[in-house]
T-cell receptor
Framework: AQTVTQSQPEMSVQEAETVTLSCTYD???????LFWYKQPPSRQMILVIR??????QNATENRFSVNFQKAAKSFSLKISDSQLGDAAMYFC??????????????FGKGTLLTVNP | ETGVTQSPTHLIKTRGQQVTLRCSSQ?????VSWYQQALGQGPQFIFQ???????GRGNFPPRFSGLQFPNYSSELNVNALELDDSALYLC???????????FGSGTRLTVV
């Protein structure tokens, strides 16, 4: 079974600074997706960024980028120029690409990000 | 896109009762999954429906059941509620292929 570990329960960053959230995962599969989701107090999970395992190039979405190290099974999220609206719980998630019920998402326990003005 | 809508937003039930939570997905989203998120935890996969058939289940007992309807709505039913069932229940839907999931804002269930 796949597992996702987020070792930082809480992180804080000053507005306009950069912060990196850590995630490691365990799988025996080679074809999968990794995600970072943001969950603000409104509770809705919002997709921040997605990485396909067979792509070596790290995904980027505006101020958000990842450092995907497939051999080390590491998938960190970097938030540049942090904004007050970035404050939320961030979840790392894994999804197999082998079809059927394996399309389920396996989540880590989350990292609570605080942005200080 | 109209998003994923869940109802009700909050619910309080008594231990032993039954509850039905509802989710309305976007048109064309033929796959729907339900997740349970306990306080301070990441969401846990309950089950998934594809074209009205359950095609995957997590480590949840049979008293957790579901339905998916042709109009892209779905239900999560929980019988014989226990105190540990208190959680945020999230619905997520997607189209086929490699499209990502769209989540609803969840139903907060409290069992007393």
């Amino acid at each position: 079974a796949q597992t996702v570990t987020q070792s930082q329960p809480e992180m804080s960053v000053q507005e306009a600074e950069t912060v990196t959230l850590s995630c490691t995962y365990d799988t025996s599969e080679s074809d999968y997706y990794l995600f970072w989701y943001k969950q603000p107090p409104s509770r809705q999970m919002i997709l921040v960024i997605r990485q396909e395992a067979y792509k070596q190039q790290n995904a980027t979405e505006n101020r958000f980028s990842v450092n995907f190290q497939k051999a080390a099974k590491s998938f960190s999220l970097k938030i540049s120029d942090s904004q007050l609206g970035d404050a939320a719980m961030y979840f790392c998630a894994y999804r197999s690409n082998s079809g059927g019920s394996n399309y389920k998402l396996t989540f880590g326990k989350g990292t609570l990000l605080t942005v200080n003005p | 896109e109209t998003g994923v809508t869940q109802s009700p937003t909050h619910l309080i039930k008594t231990r032993g009762q039954q509850v039905t939570l509802r989710c309305s997905s976007q048109s064309g989203h033929n796959t729907v999954s339900w997740y349970q998120q306990a306080l301070g935890q990441g969401p846990q996969f309950i089950f998934q429906y594809y074209r009205e058939e359950e095609n995957g289940r997590g480590n949840f007992p049979p008293r957790f059941s579901g339905l998916q309807f042709p109009n892209y709505s779905s239900e999560l039913n929980v019988n014989a509620l226990e105190l540990d069932d208190s959680a945020l229940y999230l619905c997520a839907s997607r189209r086929g292929g490699n499209y990502g999931y769209t989540f609803g804002s969840g139903t907060r269930l409290t069992v007393v």
